[in-house]
Structures are given as C-alpha cells and as structure tokens.
C-alpha cells in the first residue's frame, strides 16, 4: 500500500456517478465525518450528461451495486483535494469469499472507467 495514504473505514452513503460518491468516514475515537463527498483516485468514469450519459448511467449503477450502504476501506490521498474541492479516494471492500477488492481497479476492469493520471 502507498505511504502516502491515510486509511479509514467507512460507508458510502450516495453515489453520484461512476467515480463520485459521498461517505461518512470513522475518523477513530468515536469521531465521525459525515457527508464527506469523493472522487475515485486514478480512474475516470462517463459523464451522466450528453453523448457519454448511456454509458455514465451504467458506470453508476455498477459502482452502486459494489458499494452502497456497506462498509468499505476508504484510502485518501495524502492533503490533497482536486478541483471541486472532493477528497481523492481509493476504495476496497470485502467480495462474498472474504477477499479485499479495490473498486477504482474493479471499474476499469469492468469497461465502466479509464485510468487517467491526474498528476
């Protein structure tokens, strides 16, 4: 795992669109951040307007089924926010095997986003 990295766990209240969501995030000692909206780190998904919206729908709609209202590992980007102001997230969660699977990968891997390199 990346040190530049901080580790919590969560749950996905809502999701957006296929690479933004909102979580409340368990910040440890009984402390809670709620609403917290993200954007999938590395990964960019359709857009829910336009040309893209068909597939942006289905991007959604896959990413809802993997995460929402279940509890996750949520990973943010080391101080870093991009442009509207959203946390930068990685997001893993445990498949029916028990196995830890990362979402952002699960999206690409699934036709429903690209890698995009946002450095």
Known sequence: ??????????QITDIYDGDTCTADIDLGMNIWMKGEKLRLYRINAPELRGEE????????????????DKEITLQTV???????????????????????????????????AKYQNYE
Do not use: S
């Open 1 to 10: 795992m990346n040190e530049n990295l901080y580790h919590y766990r969560a």
């Open 53 to 68: 919206r068909p597939n942006g729908l289905l991007a959604r709609d896959f990413f809802r089924a993997l995460v929402q």
């Open 78 to 112: 080391k101080d870093r926010k991009e442009k509207y102001g959203r946390y930068l997230a990685e997001i893993w969660f445990k498949d029916e095997t028990g196995e830890w699977r990362n979402v952002n990968d699960l999206m690409v891997q699934n036709g429903h």
